[in-house]
């Protein structure tokens, strides 16, 4: 039954573009949905009719709570919604100057309205699956697309806030040659559409009584006119109640974009955006490549030397006398301290390195795609869930090599310790939103599905992989253990710690750019879909954490220094603490989150934290993976007496 309910989830979160598309003749309806309200400045979501805005007739509760359509996980916990609205759009039937409704808005609704446009929230709506999007020029007249549209404008020099509404909607369509749904909706001898792109433009007009039937507005902007014939909205700080008219315009423009490819427009990096991204990639190889020689110049050249010294029969009395790493070899392999503590560390962090790169190269060959609202987060949730195996196996498999005997400690550790943190951060981050009554806020329904899913199957997964890893038998390591530890001289002013710490900005380095991107990308409102700069980047991160990780434990073993585990692990894995350092500065720095709410601080924080922390284990899990393959290869190529 579990198995089934996380086969449902999968079902919605990889999308084959082209598989469905909706196929409109002309006249027919369009379906406008409202997603949210989201801001630059404030990072908690609000529900569309959160305000005093036009509600339909119908899907309406008792209550007057808009009814929102069914949403998958991934956009419950994003905070999206599909709600129906009044905007009656029909198949190339262009509208107006068409009256929406008309509000009273006392003050409460006009305080309300104020603290929005303030804070910059904008409004998305979708329509036929395509986000609402507005077109704006830059300074160089470059082309910019903006997802969503402003509620209002607010100078900080005029207190009274201007309230956009009224619309100018475009809706873009396409004529296939061909529609295999034809027969099925209305005929193969009717003529279909489709959409392929929605645009709006929000217009402030403080518009005068509607006539004749109470429909009619005459105060709208002319087609192709600058300004309208009314001033615009003021939302004024008295107590007196603020008429709102609110219209919308529609028209229709015919476009050559397919509607397979009617989300490249959005995804389309400029030409500046791939410049950095080159830029990028190019900054990760020289880091790489530099590693890279290091490593085959030095250290390579070093041990392969110290392999003919120590495998020389005729040196064996001078190498008595002399120092290096072959000189711990019966302590190399020694238990480290906290061997379980860092067997969770390290089994969780191959769980999140499977997921990430499961994740990824889904992405890449297509199967994620931003048509599936949410289909990413369930993808990378659901791919957690079963990369759960993974992670008990890894743990145990290594705690039973180290020689640890409270396996059931490990066992437990490694299947609660990350997902208790994220569990009870997004908790009570959680509880934050619903004390400030966002749509982020998720419901005892949602959170229950994720603790099925943790308990019901990511738990019992990791059971069976811990349990599978210690019916194995351990690694023979190719040197056997001393009785006695040998003492460890001090070698160096500078403290490991230190340098293991100093080591993390390599890593750090490689993906610093692609940082920003994914900052922006989260907290900003951008739409964000080069997976495949990003996979790029995730292998070369991948190979510099190796590489960092094996020098420093080479460096480490040549000054007669055993404790390789835990600097192997943090020498790469102090790149975590890095991001989360850089996104505090990013939080500080960046003018589009100055002003942020105490609450939308708190988010970013925890969330950063989250991240950071999964990205600190995933790279210490690569870290030490490879020096233990290194470690046992390097004392497996000498002969020990």
């Known amino acids: 039954l579990l198995s089934l309910t996380l086969l449902a989830l999968l079902a919605p979160a990889f999308y084959l573009p082209g598989i469905a598309p909706t196929d409109y003749e002309e006249g027919m309806q369009l379906d406008v949905f409202a997603d949210k309200l989201t801001s630059p400045k404030n990072k908690v979501p609000y529900d569309y009719y959160s305000l005093s805005l036009c509600k339909p007739s119908e899907d309406v509760t008792r209550s007057g709570k808009v009814k929102s359509k069914h949403v998958n996980l991934g956009q419950a916990l994003m905070g999206d919604r599909r709600e129906p609205t009044p905007f009656e759009l029909f198949m190339r039937a262009p509208e107006s100057c068409k009256l929406l409704c008309h509000e009273s808005l006392d003050f409460k609704a006009k305080r309300a309205f104020k603290n929005r446009i303030v804070d910059d929230y904008y409004v998305r709506l979708s329509l036929d699956n395509m986000p609402s999007v507005l077109k704006t020029t830059g300074r160089e007249g470059q082309e910019y697309i903006i997802n969503g549209f402003p509620l209002g404008f607010h100078d900080e020099n005029n207190k009274a806030p201007l309230l956009y509404n009224h619309l100018e909607m475009k809706v873009l369509f396409h004529e296939p040659k061909f529609s295999p749904f034809a027969p099925f909706q209305g005929g193969s001898d009717a003529k279909v559409y489709r959409v392929v792109g929605f645009e709006v433009s ?69 030409p500046e955006f791939r410049r950095i991204q080159w830029f990028s990639i190019i900054n990760s190889c020289l880091i790489a490549l530099f590693l890279t020689a290091l490593v085959a110049m030095i250290l390579m050249r070093t041990v392969y030397l110290d392999f003919a010294r120590y495998n020389n029969p005729e040196d064996r009395e001078e190498l008595m006398e002399d120092s290096g790493w072959k000189l711990i070899h019966g302590d190399v392999f020694r238990s480290p301290p906290f061997p379980a503590v860092l067997a969770v560390l390290v089994g969780s962090g191959a769980q999140i390195f499977v997921m990430t790169m499961l994740t990824l190269c889904f992405a890449i060959m297509g199967f994620v795609s931003p048509a599936n609202r949410g289909g ?133 380095g490689v993906i610093f750019i692609e940082l920003v991107f994914i900052l922006n990308s989260l907290w900003q409102n951008e739409f964000f879909y080069m997976f495949g700069f990003l996979f790029l980047v995730a292998i070369i991160l991948l190979i510099t954490c190796a590489e960092v990780s094996i020098v420093l434990t080479y460096l480490t073993l040549t000054k007669e220094d055993y404790n390789w585990w835990w600097r192997s692990f943090f020498g790469s894995a102090t790149s975590g603490l890095y991001v989360f350092i850089y996104s505090i500065i990013y939080l500080c720095t960046q003018p589009e989150l100055k002003g942020m709410h105490f609450v939308s601080s708190l988010l970013f924080v925890g969330y950063t934290f989250i991240i950071s922390l999964g990205f600190l284990m995933m790279t210490g899990f690569i870290g030490f993976f490879t020096s233990f393959w290194f470690v046992r290869k390097i004392y497996g190529s000498v002969h020990i007496d």
């Open 202 to 270: 929000p217009v402030s007009i403080a518009h005068d009584p509607p006539t004749g039937d109470g429909k009619a507005v005459s105060t709208c902007p002319a087609p192709g006119a600058v300004e309208a014939p009314k001033g615009p909205l003021i939302i004024s700080d008295d107590s007196n109640a603020l008429d709102v008219y609110f219209t919308y315009s529609v028209t229709y423009e015919e476009s050559d974009i397919k509607w397979a490819t009617r989300w490249d427009p959005l995804l389309k990096a400029s």
């Open 376 to 508: 990413l987060l369930i993808a990378m949730l659901s791919l957690w869930v079963l990369s759960a195996f993974v992670c008990g196996f890894t743990a145990a498999r290594l705690y039973s090599n180290i020689g640890g005997l409270s396996k059931k400690s490990v066992t437990i550790g490694a299947s609660l310790f990350y997902s208790t943190i994220v569990f009870v951060v997004f908790f009570l981050l959680n509880l934050l939103l619903a004390i400030s009554k966002s749509s982020s806020s998720v419901s005892f329904f949602t959170l229950l599905i994720l603790v099925v899913l943790w308990f019901g199957i990511s738990i019992p997964l990791n059971i069976v992989g811990a349990f599978l890893a210690y019916k194995l038998q351990p690694v023979d390591f190719p040197c056997k253990t001393s009785n006695i530890p040998r003492e460890i001289q001090k070698y160096s002013p500078v403290s490991p710690r230190l340098f293991a710490f100093l080591s993390g900005i390599l890593p750090f």
